[in-house]
Structure formats: structure tokens, C-alpha cells
């Protein structure tokens, strides 16, 4: 079931790309990470002229039951309300992906409200939300593997080679740190966050309840069945999809904590799936710093954001299109008659 | 002789874009820097409605003297070889500012070679490079005047709204270290970096060169002095542009280290200047990063870039696209019907 890939290693391309960016009209290495970028999308791509084709962020949608522990600042109906505001094109997510050029899909994964048929919404709804997690396993393992797969599928029908990951679900900071602790061995106290603005004393009573569940639900430790027991339909579907996305050799581009949370648990299933990872942004939101050093990975904006969304994928595109694009464009010193250094 | 202005500062202004700002669709600032941005550029257009007009980046290219004494890793020859690739549109500039949709100039502020009629050059060579500052001021107080004139021109004629900044120049490391030491009291030794690539022999060499002129120049105090003796007429030229740009109410983009040196040199001359100043990043220089703290300020990108150019403003400029769009485009809570925040 779950897609079989292999790392993008591949030490003879990986020369001639050196070699490639080394002779642009540049001194060594001073693009920096977008060096390292250009590199890793060639690997990705299994070219030495990588290119960034049609790129889509994926925003992916549910309900959690664990709100009724009061662990967010927003009342539930925010998340449908805010998926009729993507519909609309009032949200941030719609803003950027339109500047970035980048086709924006949003996927009902599991929103607790009827949205009926509408056009620009590709219905996946497997459910109204997850149970409640401090009394019973979010999803039971048929639903989970089902997301999953709803997941791959949609990957599967992406035309373009960039897949960028978006989220949006009220009490999904809460599932993705219950995962981070379970998948990372991280305290709790470390994982948790204000989310969308909890007060600290909101903070401390989200890091009880996941305590409290950890606790309920002792020997759960498998990836899936932790995935399962504390995730999300739209953090399942997206793990799905990120595995589907690595196994056809497209661009994994990774927003912040919640979908940080579903690629660790993609991670635990396939590491390699870590080679196709872009990471768009650290998000403000505390315990994503931490998840990306355990992960032992570096993202490429830094803006204080916490919104999801996709929001920092979109806004990390132009670094990946600035890649591929020195790459192919810039003269070497040979084809400019550019002096080397000198000795 | 120096462009009057005085600082962005506008509470009325400021409310008002904090509270567009905080009733856009998303948590209370969850947009983190971008939100500061947003604000930010609104002051300096005195407007809730901030635009992007027309973005230009000014690359100015010059010759140093001091590359007699054996500071940088590459021959000076470099420096019309890389305007050479700029007309050619072969550079990481070129392949930026055309990703961005900004119009780029290439100004020969003084660079020691002759380029001919070139249509895409904008001639203001004043000298064909400084002189060694290691033996004698690199300007006279009339050749520094006159790049700083030359520069406020280029600004004038600007007609678009944002002025990124950008340069070449082979040495221009050690002007620019030079006048940071000066002007910030930070250290040589603190001040100093490999710039294209110098071995770390190279880089303390450069510093006992900074040091000597220092003490060679033993006196010189005033900015317009310390900017004559130790700097370029490219970090000249820029200094007298952002005071004109300042003037005028345009965003000035900042780039690297040269360009921050610049930009030193017009805060000790103007300091509401830095009102008008978006840092695009912070560069790999040793250097930059206590520059930047020293002058208080934060730079958007982090991406181990050092090679100048403008490459930094480029890579920057989605961004104050995005922070301008958000407040523009976004929907509002009340007119996307989203629930607030609880409590």
C-alpha cells in the first residue's frame, strides 16, 4: 500500500551538477542555499537542467474532534468558514499562490459542514472530523488507510512536478504536536504552541490533554497507528499524498508544524522521502524549530509566520524558481570571458 | 546639499494600517514580517493602500585602489568583465531581476576600463577607480561630492516606487569594512570577511591593510570625510541615491554588506533614512550580520548569499509583493463572514 521509493542519491550526477553551478559567473558557493537548492531539485529531477513545471499547492481540510477539549482560540466553524473564504479567494493562501503563479487545489478532507456541490472544491470528505482523541482513537485504521489513499490519488493527478502542502483544520496544532511527541520522543511541553492565539494558561491545558491522552492511549507507537490514534483526515491525506509525490519524483514543498507533522510521520514510513523535501519556512508557531532540527533539515524563509494555510509554500516558490532558474540561465566563465580567482 | 526628509513617523497612519492589518483573515499576526512590511511600506507611501510601482535595481559597478594591496581573491579585471555580463544579461542579476519583473540599470560609476558607447550602460564613470586608500584618500571631497550628486540624479529619474540596490566591484569589501569600522567603532578585525573568496591568510592580511589606513588616516571623523577617504564611487554613488530616494518617499531595498556600508554612510548623514529601508537579506559576509545589528535592523532573507550584485534585493522583492497584496486582497472577518476569536 504504501509507495516504495528509493533516496535521490546519485554521486555521478551529483558531480556534474557541482561542476555545473561551480562554473557560473559567481564566486564558489556564494548563492548559498539556493546552490544547494538547485542541486537537490536536479537530484529530485534526475537532470542536470532541472526545471519547475506546473507547480500546485494542495490546501487539505478536516474537522478535529479533539476541540471539545478547548484547545483552540477559534470556534470549530472557522474551518469551514475559512475554506468558503479559499473558495472565495479572500485568503491569504489565495493571495500568494496567485502571485507565485501556482495553481491552488482545496481538498475537503473531513470538514464537520455540508459545503454541497461546488465546483471549486474536490469533495474527500471521509468523515465530519476525527473523534476526540482524549477519549477514543481519532480514526480507526480502515479511515486512516482510506485518507491515505485518497492522498496518493490526488498526488497521482497532479500535472506539474512541485507539490506544495497547505493546511487548514481548527485544533490541528494539537493533533500535529500529539504526533510530533509520539513520533520524535519530544516532551509534550515542548511540542505544544499558542496555535491560532491560545494565552499561555490555554497552552498549558493543550499540553495536558495531549499528556493525558498519550497516557489513554499507552502503546500506541507504530507510525500508522499513531497516525491513526492522534492525526487528522487532512494530515493523513497529506502523508499520502507526500509519498505519492516522492514515488513519482516531484518536488515536496513542506508549509510549517501541521504540515511538518505529516511528512514525520510519511518519514517514518519511507525516510528517503526526506530527499524530496523542500522546506518552505520555520513557523513561529513553538515546536516547529524543534521538528525541523529533529529532522535535521533547513527551511528556507524565516518570517515569524504561523498561519498554515500553505501560505509559507507559496511564498517560498520564487526561492525555488530563482534555483532552477541561475542554473539554466546564468553564463559560465568560460561563455563570459570572466576571469577566476586568482592562485 | 544633502536631501532634507524627515521619518515615516505617522501614529494616525500607523493605526490605521494596524487595524486593516489585524482584520484581515488570519490569526492577530499570524503574517509575522510581512505584517511589519506591510505597515512599514504604508508609512512610507503615507497611504493604507501601499503599492509596488514600477521596481527598479540600480547596479552600480566601480574600481578601488586598494586592490593594489592584494585584498581580494580575484584580479580587477573582474570588475568590467562582470558589467560585461551584466549588459549580456548572464549574471545572477540579471536572472533575478528578470524572475521578479524589475527593471534593472548598470551604471558605470568608475570603473577602471573603457567601455565605449554601450546603450544599455549608464555612463557616470567620474574616474576610472579610486585611489589606494592604503597610500592616499580614495576621493577628493570634490570627486565624493560629485558621486553622491550623481547618484541623487539616478534616483530622481527613477519612476517606479521601490530602489533596489546593487554592486560590483572588485575590493569593495575592504572599502566597505573600512567604513563600517569607521563610522560603527565595531572593530577591524569584527568587520572583515573573505568577501570573494580570500583564504584566511587573505582575510587577516586584509585587515592589517584596513588597519594600517586607519591609522594612516588618523582624524578623519565626519561621514562625508570617512566616505571619501575609505569608500568607492559606486558606495558613494549609492549613498547619495537612497538619500534622494528617501527624499522622495521611495522603499529603498537593501542588499548586502557594500550596499549596507552605504546605507551606513547616508543614516550617519540622515538617520530617519533608515525609516525608508527594507533589508533584503543577511549576507554571508562576515560582517553584515553585526552591521545589521548595529544599525538595529532585520533582514527578510537568510540564505547564506554573498554575491552581491542586488542578487539579495531580487530574491527579496516577492516578498514586499506579498506584503502589499495580503493588505490589499485579503477579505476582512466581516466580509467572509469568518468567526473571530473566542473570549
Known sequence: M??????????????????????????????????QLAKQIGLIQNTVAPAIDRPAILVFAADHGIVAEGVSAYPQDVTWQMVENFLAGGAAINVFAAQAGCHLQVIDAGVNHE?????????????????????????????CAA???????LAAAVPGNVVGFGEMGI?????????MHKLSGIPVALCVGAGTGLSAD????????????????????????????????????MAGAMLQGA?????????????TSALLVA????????????FAHCSAESGHQRLLEALGVQPLLQLDLRLGEGTGSALALPLLLAAVNFLAHMATFDSARVSEKKG
Open 2 to 35: 504504501i509507495p516504495q521509493f528509493a533516496s535521490t542519491a546519485n554521486p555521478a550526477l551529483a558531480a556534474q551538477l557541482d561542476s555545473a553551478i561551480d562554473n557560473k559567473t559567481k564566486p564558489l558557493g556564494s548563492l548559498g542555499m539556493l546552490e
Open 115 to 143: 459545503f454541497g456541490q461546488r465546483s471549486a472544491l474536490i469533495d474527500r470528505k471521509l468523515a465530519n472530523g476525527t473523534a476526540n482523541f482524549a477519549k477514543a482513537p481519532a480514526m480507526s485504521p480502515d479511515l
Open 147 to 153: 485518507a491515505l489513499e485518497a492522498g496518493m490519488a
Open 171 to 179: 485544533g490541528n496544532t494539537t493533533a500535529a504536536a500529539a504526533l
Open 202 to 237: 490555554g497552552v498549558a491545558h493543550k499540553q495536558r490533554v495531549i499528556e493525558d491522552a498519550v497516557a489513554l492511549h499507552a502503546g500506541v507507537d507504530a507510525p500508522l497507528a499513531v497516525l491513526a490514534t492522534f492525526g487528522g483526515l487532512e494530515i493523513a491525506m
Open 247 to 259: 514515488a513519482m519524483r516531484k518536488v515536496l514543498l513542506i508549509d510549517g508544524f501541521i504540515v
Open 267 to 278: 518519514s517514518r514510513l519511507q525516510p528517503a522521502i526526506l530527499d524530496y523535501c523542500v
